[in-house]
């Protein structure tokens, strides 16, 4: 091609950038006007939310903070639906979501899909930090594959009284589509490009004529111009790429296409490294990556609260295994690294070793995981104490039934006395094992779900005042000299009478056994905001301080000894803990060693 027709053609080129500037920055200027204007419909929007349906909910004279959140956001579904059907128009979604759990509470958006995974999403993860936050044009896939953009608007709320954490108690998140802006700009797009092509038309003839006036004087840099294709000339040739023919346009169509390549690529690793980065940041479990050198070039903050301690980043590998006594393989090599458990004061972490290699299959590295499995590990701790104390419990009675038995049928049954004796012994040891038995799946209905109750409005102070008149009367008959007192107060509540009656004589029961002669029972009913509190306090012998938080698992006993020979299977004061659960209740214990035992009973008021 000719120096003119390339002069030319550089000439409708700086017509088409004009015409491109002018129409990019017209562009540019109508996003932010719409960005503008969305933020602050999605603001105002998130505000009337707040205060129609979450203020107000709070706000509302029959609530109390301390009903808790499912009472506060009972009271949000009515609100919603009606500020959704009355003021929300179709193309905006709103979002009420927990702070606590991060489910969402409210939407008018379709629960049906799987669209809806917002931990994700900076803007709630920004309002999770306790600010507001706004993002447009932010494109997501549905559940069929197809990308939707959105402008999205994330707040915090905080309420006073919910929580104690530093999370806020709920997050409203609403976005609008961005679809109708997008067909709108595309018109407005191709409207401009109509207008270039008929600006270009235009500088054509002109360029012709002018280029064939400076023919004569730009052959002389013809030689200039083909050494410039080859050089840094690459960037102005690209606007040239599709309409020029000779080597010069060839190398520019090259090049375009290459920086198309390197952007969509750029633009993938950009959105892979930001998930990665959120994935990472929410992550519970602590990771590590090292290189073949054992450097460290990448870990999350998860990993330092894991392992507690600081400064991970300026640690070698070796040095790290050193401090988390974990050895190196002897051959240096990192493929044969295996998984190990490791202990950290109270905590189990399992410790995961992942290579990673090149195309080529060497190793680059290796990835460490570690979890925290301390709870899998007291609960497996757990299930295995559970079984080897219902073995052992079960297995004592049988084996006195069994040689008792034997020494009958050796002949010892020939006396009277001793086969009264005996079969005396035998009885008392079988009703252990069915009381055992029987404690076993009333927790097993507790456990299922499956226990029933007979609720009638109960004089809580008639059931105490009972149960002591009971335990006074087996003192006298066991000629033990214990004090009773109480003080009650007429307490009305909806329960089950013989279950509750069952929690009072198991406490009572245990205080009587564990008091000794001469001891002292109070037990008092007080009255404090929507509770009712029944005190039972002994001076016995009291519980060690690192038992109390354990005299409610099941067979769990403070003294085995003295328990089994003071009788009971190990299980009441588990079965109480359920059954005051079941009535919206709770139980708790304070003690002393040697200086006695408080238990506390605490029945709402209002339970139904």
């Given at each position: 091609?000719?120096?003119?027709?390339?002069?030319?053609?550089?000439?409708?080129?700086?017509?088409?950038?004009?015409?491109?500037?002018?129409?990019?920055?017209?562009?540019?200027?109508?996003?932010?006007?719409?960005?503008?204007?969305?933020?602050?419909?999605?603001?105002?929007?998130?505000?009337?939310?707040?205060?129609?349906?979450?203020?107000?909910?709070?706000?509302?004279?029959?609530?109390?903070?301390?009903?808790?959140?499912?009472?506060?956001?009972?009271?949000?579904?009515?609100?919603?639906?009606?500020?959704?059907?009355?003021?929300?128009?179709?193309?905006?979604?709103?979002?009420?979501?927990?702070?606590?759990?991060?489910?969402?509470?409210?939407?008018?958006?379709?629960?049906?899909?799987?669209?809806?995974?917002?931990?994700?999403?900076?803007?709630?993860?920004?309002?999770?930090?306790?600010?507001?936050?706004?993002?447009?044009?932010?494109?997501?896939?549905?559940?069929?594959?197809?990308?939707?953009?959105?402008?999205?608007?994330?707040?915090?709320?905080?309420?006073?009284?919910?929580?104690?954490?530093?999370?806020?108690?709920?997050?409203?998140?609403?976005?609008?589509?961005?679809?109708?802006?997008?067909?709108?700009?595309?018109?407005?797009?191709?409207?401009?490009?109509?207008?270039?092509?008929?600006?270009?038309?235009?500088?054509?003839?002109?360029?012709?004529?002018?280029?064939?006036?400076?023919?004569?004087?730009?052959?002389?840099?013809?030689?200039?111009?083909?050494?410039?294709?080859?050089?840094?000339?690459?960037?102005?040739?690209?606007?040239?790429?599709?309409?020029?023919?000779?080597?010069?346009?060839?190398?520019?169509?090259?090049?375009?296409?290459?920086?198309?390549?390197?952007?969509?690529?750029?633009?993938?690793?950009?959105?892979?490294?930001?998930?990665?980065?959120?994935?990472?940041?929410?992550?519970?479990?602590?990771?590590?990556?090292?290189?073949?050198?054992?450097?460290?070039?990448?870990?999350?903050?998860?990993?330092?609260?894991?392992?507690?301690?600081?400064?991970?980043?300026?640690m070698s590998m070796a040095e790290l295994f050193a401090k988390i006594d974990i050895d190196l393989p002897e051959d240096g090599s990192i493929e044969n690294m295996e998984d190990a458990i490791i202990n950290i004061g109270e905590k189990y972490i399992n410790t995961g070793f992942n290579p990673y290699k090149d195309h080529s299959g060497r190793i680059l590295g290796v990835i460490i995981v570690f979890q925290d499995?301390?709870?899998?590990?007291?609960?497996?701790?757990?299930?295995?104490?559970?079984?080897?104390?219902?073995?052992?419990?079960?297995?004592?009675?049988?084996?006195?039934?069994?040689?008792?038995?034997?020494?009958?049928?050796?002949?010892?049954?020939?006396?009277?006395?001793?086969?009264?004796?005996?079969?005396?012994?035998?009885?008392?040891?079988?009703?252990?094992?069915?009381?055992?038995?029987?404690?076993?799946?009333?927790?097993?209905?507790?456990?299922?779900?499956?226990?029933?109750?007979?609720?009638?409005?109960?004089?809580?102070?008639?059931?105490?005042?009972?149960?002591?008149?009971?335990?006074?009367?087996?003192?006298?008959?066991?000629?033990?000299?214990?004090?009773?007192?109480?003080?009650?107060?007429?307490?009305?509540?909806?329960?089950?009478?013989?279950?509750?009656?069952?929690?009072?004589?198991?406490?009572?029961?245990?205080?009587?056994?564990?008091?000794?002669?001469?001891?002292?029972?109070?037990?008092?009913?007080?009255?404090?905001?929507?509770?009712?509190?029944?005190?039972?306090?002994?001076?016995?012998?009291?519980?060690?301080?690192?038992?109390?938080?354990?005299?409610?698992?099941?067979?769990?006993?403070?003294?085995?000894?003295?328990?089994?020979?003071?009788?009971?299977?190990?299980?009441?004061?588990?079965?109480?803990?359920?059954?005051?659960?079941?009535?919206?209740?709770?139980?708790?214990?304070?003690?002393?060693?040697?200086?006695?035992?408080?238990?506390?009973?605490?029945?709402?008021?209002?339970?139904?």
């Amino acid at each position: 091609m000719s120096i003119r027709w390339k002069l030319a053609i550089m000439f409708i080129s700086l017509v088409f950038l004009v015409m491109m500037s002018t129409g990019t920055f017209i562009i540019v200027t109508l996003r932010m006007s719409e960005e503008t204007a969305r933020a602050g419909d999605l603001e105002g929007r998130a505000l009337d939310i707040y205060s129609t349906v979450i203020e107000a909910a709070f706000n509302m004279p029959d609530f109390d903070p301390s009903d808790g959140r499912d009472a506060l956001e009972a009271l949000f579904t009515q609100s919603f639906s009606e500020l959704v059907s009355n003021r929300i128009p179709e193309g905006i979604q709103a979002f009420i979501i927990s702070g606590e759990n991060f489910m969402t509470l409210e939407t008018n958006a379709d629960r049906s899909t799987d669209f809806y995974n917002f931990m994700t999403q900076q803007v709630v993860i920004t309002a999770l930090q306790g600010n507001t936050d706004f993002s447009a044009w932010r494109s997501y896939l549905d559940h069929l594959g197809n990308s939707y953009a959105w402008f999205e608007f994330a707040m915090p709320v905080f309420l006073d009284g919910m929580t104690g954490s530093d999370f806020p108690d709920y997050v409203i998140y609403i976005r609008s589509s961005a679809e109708t802006f997008n067909a709108s700009l595309r018109r407005i797009t191709q409207t401009i490009g109509l207008v270039s092509i008929f600006a270009l038309v235009a500088s054509s003839v002109l360029s012709v004529i002018f280029a064939g006036s400076l023919t004569q004087n730009l052959l002389r840099l013809n030689k200039k111009i083909k050494e410039f294709k080859v050089g840094a000339g690459a960037n102005p040739l690209t606007v040239t790429a599709k309409i020029a023919n000779d080597e010069i346009g060839q190398l520019a169509v090259s090049f375009n296409n290459m920086e198309e390549n390197l952007e969509r690529g750029m633009a993938t690793l950009t959105n892979e490294k930001n998930k990665m980065e959120i994935i990472m940041y929410n992550m519970s479990d602590g990771v590590l990556a090292y290189d073949e050198g054992g450097v460290l070039i990448h870990s999350n903050y998860a990993c330092e609260e894991l392992l507690g301690m600081e400064n991970i980043v300026s640690m070698s590998m070796a040095e790290l295994f050193a401090k988390i006594d974990i050895d190196l393989p002897e051959d240096g090599s990192i493929e044969n690294m295996e998984d190990a458990i490791i202990n950290i004061g109270e905590k189990y972490i399992n410790t995961g070793f992942n290579p990673y290699k090149d195309h080529s299959g060497r190793i680059l590295g290796v990835i460490i995981v570690f979890q925290d499995i301390t709870k899998h590990m007291l609960l497996d701790n757990m299930r295995k104490e559970f079984v080897a104390n219902v073995s052992h419990e079960i297995r004592t009675p049988l084996t006195t039934i069994k040689s008792y038995t034997e020494t009958l049928l050796d002949g010892a049954a020939e006396s009277e006395d001793l086969r009264n004796e005996f079969l005396s012994v035998i009885n008392s040891e079988a009703d252990r094992m069915a009381a055992i038995v029987k404690d076993l799946l009333e927790l097993s209905r507790f456990d299922s779900k499956r226990m029933e109750f007979d609720y009638k409005f109960t004089d809580l102070a008639e059931l105490v005042s009972s149960n002591v008149r009971q335990h006074k009367v087996s003192a006298d008959k066991l000629g033990k000299e214990i004090n009773f007192t109480s003080h009650v107060i007429s307490a009305h509540i909806h329960v089950d009478p013989e279950r509750i009656n069952q929690v009072l004589n198991n406490i009572i029961t245990n205080s009587f056994r564990y008091s000794g002669d001469n001891a002292k029972i109070d037990v008092d009913i007080h009255e404090s905001g929507r509770f009712y509190m029944v005190y039972i306090t002994d001076n016995g012998i009291g519980i060690p301080r690192e038992d109390l938080r354990r005299v409610f698992e099941r067979f769990y006993r403070v003294d085995k000894a003295r328990s089994r020979e003071l009788g009971g299977t190990g299980l009441g004061l588990s079965i109480a803990k359920e059954i005051m659960e079941a009535h919206g209740g709770r139980i708790n214990v304070s003690s002393e060693l040697g200086e006695g035992t408080t238990m506390m009973l605490r029945f709402p008021k209002e339970f139904s």
